[in-house]
């Protein structure tokens, strides 16, 4: 009797395990220009959706975190923007040319588990050139918790971290010469499917004209050295 009863149990539990559904995640782009004698600014930022109720309420928190990010470099740079121009008129000088501000986002990840965005912010407020930033925005999209480093690395392993990092790193033209990429001065980590991607900017590994770099670890060589799976 206990075998013709546990079939029918298991049955149903695979049957449950097949119909269920895997969760799609949709990404829509907005764009915002904003032109003036003054400035130009162009702005790209993500808005994930989905089907799934449960699931579109966790995406509106991850809109939100990213909507903030942006809203906050973009009121920074008007405000800055707006005083180097005063302290120009105070002196008798003119602006020589707009100001600019560029912001992209770069989606790593998107699925039922996690989401993973890097923006890149770039200003030109004067001066010899301009400065680019990095922010990386890491979600379980399930616990609705937005993620450090230190959930997503097992940092007790950071010499090994950075040993891969150091083997791993792409520099044909031998310009990164300043320090090695470690854990410590990484700049933002974000996830794909198979790899954990390191970026460090501008003047960390190397002087402004190495530009910035990306290390990608595939995962399956990190094993213990990660706390997400």
């Known amino acids: ?8 149990l298991v049955f149903a539990v695979l049957v449950l395990g097949a119909c269920k559904k895997e969760i799609k995640l949709d990404v829509k782009q907005i764009h915002l ?11 790209d930022r993500p808005a994930f959706s989905t089907t799934d109720a449960e699931t579109e309420k966790s995406c509106v928190k991850f809109n939100d975190e990213v909507n903030g990010l942006i ?3 973009h009121a920074a740079f008007i405000e800055q923007a707006k005083e180097n121009i005063a302290c120009l008129n105070s002196a008798g000088f003119k602006q020589a ?17 996690y989401i993973s965005v890097r923006v890149l912010s770039y200003e030109m407020l004067g ?5 680019t930033d990095f922010y990386a925005i890491n979600y379980d999209v399930k616990t609705q918790k937005f993620l450090t480093n230190k959930d997503i690395l097992n940092l007790d392993k950071a010499a090994d971290i950075n040993a891969l990092l150091k083997a ?3 520099d044909p033209d031998k310009c990164f010469t300043f320090e090695a990429p470690t854990v410590d001065n990484v700049t933002c980590i974000n996830l794909t499917l198979h790899t954990v991607d390191f970026t460090y900017a501008q003047y960390i590994l190397g002087p402004y004209s190495c530009g910035h770099t990306i290390i990608s670890i595939p995962k399956e060589k990190m094993k213990d050295m990660l706390v997400i799976k």
Do not use: C, R
């Open 97 to 113: 040319a707009p100001y600019e501000l560029i912001i992209e986002d770069s989606v790593f990840l998107a699925d039922q588990n």
């Open 1 to 8: 009797m206990m075998k013709t009863k546990l079939f029918p």
């Open 33 to 43: 220009t904003d032109t003036t004698g003054q400035w130009d600014i162009k702005i």
């Open 168 to 170: 791993n790193l792409k």
């Open 71 to 73: 809203n906050g470099i």
């Open 127 to 131: 001066g010899a050139h301009g400065m």
